[in-house]
């Protein structure tokens, strides 16, 4: 009987204390990422409020998914071709990333502070996998993890092709970020 | 009980080896189911003559220029027919993403068109499945032509005809769609008596993509109207889709020569077999008068 209470005070206490023993796993599926294209003739932005990114807190594997016809353009076209004819999102719906956070012993989620976090996966864009690694900040406020990351992207890197007659008003290299919240 | 420890540490093992892409499943089960609904049916609101399922999205203005020659077969003294021109401006505005309204002046009997465009279901699939486009179209043309006759009692309402149209579209993959549309025109007022006022035609049209920017159009008004089919040739229409970012191109040739429904569905007296055919374009550019968001 005294083992019970005692493996149910110790749990509950394991609970209250540090959601992560349990949880290894934080998720979000209302990111925000956005990319942006800069060329002399036009500035576009493309933004997507939908993304789902999931980080295992353990093991510093991350992944992210988005849906390509979930990103909003200013114009109707803009987000018409760019599904049609660029993205061909009826063959690829979706991007992904899957990788893992390979500085994570620098890193105490459980800790509210700033961190540098250095992540290396796979990007998958427009069908072609890429092996990539870029940099990410990690804040961390009363047991909420959020991330914010900026990288560029090759469209040539994947495959993603520009007609000529809009190659001046679209950028070669688009940028892209990254803003989410865990829960 | 030793079978058991093995089984689960090479559970753990092949786990942590694909640990990443499970991740990326567990984010497949976070989905929420998605409706698709299907987008550029076709390049153009224009499948050659007449209306496409396609519309202007909400703040979207399209203007369109469209030019009709002459019949290729003057010869070369008219050029094969590019001496001569008709010509019509169209205007194009989307109130909202499933209503636009459009305004028109052709030369042809110096006709000022104007129409609704109503989009009233959407080809979709995933969590809603639909298998069509539909929208219908409600026209008015107003021929301005002066009186042929003053001394006659001449209304106004005899000026005016009038276009129905239901949109009937389906993109049935990445590169084809067809859309069939059922017509009826109404005439006020036709030349003799025993012509009807009402001519129904069943229109049909597809699209095959050649690839991202060019696609083949194809356009044909069959005639139910015993007296019209009788007296007068179904349009028929060919054409090739030109799309460069905020124009879309469209070259075609037609047995054709009018822009207004009232005249090329019900009143093409050119023929294909006789080489009565009219080389024409439509050039179609798209303004942002508003910023969505």
């Known amino acids: ?183 | 009980m030793k079978n058991l420890i093995t089984l689960l540490l090479s559970l753990m093992w092949v786990g942590s080896l694909n640990a990443q892409e499970d991740l990326l499943q567990e984010l497949e089960g976070l989905e929420e189911p998605q409706t698709n609904y299907a987008y550029a049916t076709f390049k153009s609101i224009r499948i050659v003559n007449g209306h496409s399922i396609e519309m202007p999205a909400a703040n979207e203005l399209q203007v369109v220029i469209s030019h009709r020659f002459g019949r290729i077969n003057e010869g070369a003294s008219e050029l094969f027919g590019l001496d001569q021109a008709n010509i019509r401006l169209g205007l194009e505005y989307g109130l909202t993403d499933w209503l636009e309204v459009g305004v028109g002046r052709s030369n042809v009997r110096k006709t000022y068109d104007g129409f609704l465009k109503l989009r009233l279901l959407r080809q979709s699939e995933g969590e809603r499945n639909f298998p069509v486009t539909v929208s219908y179209v409600s026209g008015i043309m107003v021929n301005t032509l002066p009186w042929r006759d003053e001394t006659r009692d001449n209304l106004f309402s005899s000026r005016l005809s009038f276009n129905h149209q239901v949109l009937i579209a389906r993109k049935f993959s990445e590169s084809f769609s067809l859309q069939v549309t059922p017509t009826l025109i109404h005439r006020n007022l036709v030349e003799t008596i025993e012509e009807p006022n009402d001519v129904l035609a069943l229109g049909v049209g597809f699209r095959q993509k050649l690839n991202s920017s060019l696609s083949i159009n194809v356009e044909y008004f069959h005639l139910l109207t015993e007296y019209t089919a009788d007296n007068f040739e179904p349009s028929l229409s060919i054409g090739l889709d030109i799309e460069t970012g905020g124009h879309v191109f469209q070259l075609f040739f037609s047995n054709a020569q009018a822009m207004t429904e009232n005249l090329f569905v019900a009143e093409t007296t050119g023929s294909w077999g006789q080489g009565d055919i009219h080389f024409g374009f439509n050039v179609n550019r798209v303004f942002n008068l508003k910023k969505n968001r």
């Open chain 1, 1 to 183: 009987m005294n083992k019970i209470v005692c493996i149910l005070i110790t749990s509950i206490a394991l609970m209250a204390t540090g959601q992560q023993v349990f949880a290894q796993k934080i998720m979000t599926r209302t990111g925000h990422i956005w990319f942006s294209s800069h060329t002399p003739i036009e500035d576009i932005e493309a933004h997507n409020h939908q993304a789902m990114s999931v980080l295992n807190t353990q093991s510093g594997d991350v992944a992210f998914a988005v849906l390509i016809k979930g990103f909003q353009f200013e114009k109707a076209l803009m987000q018409e071709h760019f599904n049609e004819k660029y993205m061909e999102s009826d063959t690829y719906p979706k991007s992904t990333f899957a990788g893992s956070i390979t500085n994570l012993s620098d890193i105490s989620l459980d800790k509210d502070g700033e961190y540098t976090a250095q992540a290396k996966g796979t990007l998958t864009i427009h069908g072609v996998g890429k092996e990539v690694e870029t940099t990410g900040m990690l804040t961390v406020t009363e047991g909420k993890v959020m991330l914010k990351a900026n990288f560029p992207v090759e469209l040539a890197d994947y495959e993603i092709n520009i007609p000529s007659v809009v190659r001046d008003n679209i950028a070669k290299t688009i940028n892209i970020s990254i803003d989410l919240s865990y829960e």
